[in-house]
């Protein structure tokens, strides 16, 4: 059973229990939402439904953490996105396995992959497209010649989610997931937080302080907050 926070499900799962069950979908698609992505979906049912449909709906953020344990359900651990991927391609380079990268900006994906084969060795990266195409036919052509074992699907939400809810089981990919900007973080455009600032719960500031035209976003936070605390009052 899913552990609902503001009407998404989520999976109760440490970083290794993720990825065992990665290896075992066949067909589906990971999601890997944040507060902003839950707050979200309360104003979009298409995002909603792509939540709900997901094969794996995974922690993505320290707020959802606190969320769920304000109201008394608490998950197991947080479940980054990256970390997720980083800790599904290492398994699948074990197993000499094949990757696709699709999303981001023209370049990013071939930067991505460089930098994945060489930290990944067995990896095959089998195809790499940036996520600004119009026409989907070609996309899902490339894809289907390649078959990759794992698609990253990196448009930022909620286009990512409905995307991998159309195409899902209408594409030859083992398991697609929803990253957001992971392949920026991969090709070195974008930069992590460092490692303490992630163990503290403060990789939002991070960003923020790295990016302050994410402000906007970063307001949907202490909305999902008080919604959480408005739910916990009303003992739901
Ligand atoms: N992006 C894309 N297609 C689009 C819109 C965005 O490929 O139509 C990419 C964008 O270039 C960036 C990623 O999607 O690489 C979104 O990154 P962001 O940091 O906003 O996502 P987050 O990690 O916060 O979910």
Redesign the pocket.
């Known amino acids: 059973m899913r552990i609902d926070v503001l009407g998404v499900g989520f999976d109760n799962l440490t970083l290794e229990q993720a990825v065992e069950k990665a290896s075992r979908i066949k067909g589906g698609y990971v999601v890997t939402p944040n507060p902003e992505i839950v707050w979200l979906a309360r104003q979009n049912n298409d995002l909603k439904l792509a939540l709900q449909d997901a094969s794996m709906v995974l922690p993505d953020g320290i707020g959802i953490i606190h969320g769920a344990r304000i109201l008394s359900r608490p998950l197991k651990e947080r479940v980054p996105g990256i970390e997720f991927a980083s800790a599904y391609i290492e398994r699948l380079a074990s197993e000499n396995k094949k990757v696709f990268l699709l999303?981001?900006?023209p370049g990013?994906a071939e930067l991505a992959a460089e930098k994945l084969r060489k930290a990944y060795k067995g990896i095959e990266i089998c195809g790499t497209a940036?996520?600004?195409f119009k026409d989907d036919a070609p996309i899902i052509a490339a894809i289907n010649e390649a078959k990759p074992d794992f698609l990253l699907v990196?448009?930022?939400?909620p286009?990512q989610e409905i995307w991998m809810r159309e195409h899902s089981g209408k594409v030859s990919a083992g398991l697609m997931a929803g990253l957001?900007?992971?392949?920026?973080v991969y090709a070195g455009v974008v930069e992590r937080a460092p490692e303490a600032w992630c163990r503290a719960g403060f990789e939002w500031l991070y960003r923020l302080l790295k990016q302050p035209s994410r402000i906007g976003r970063m307001f949907k936070l202490p909305l999902f907050m008080f919604a959480v605390i408005g739910q916990r009052i009303r003992g739901r």
């Open positions: 999303g981001a900006k990013v940036d996520g600004y990196c448009f930022g939400a286009k957001g900007g992971v392949l920026d």
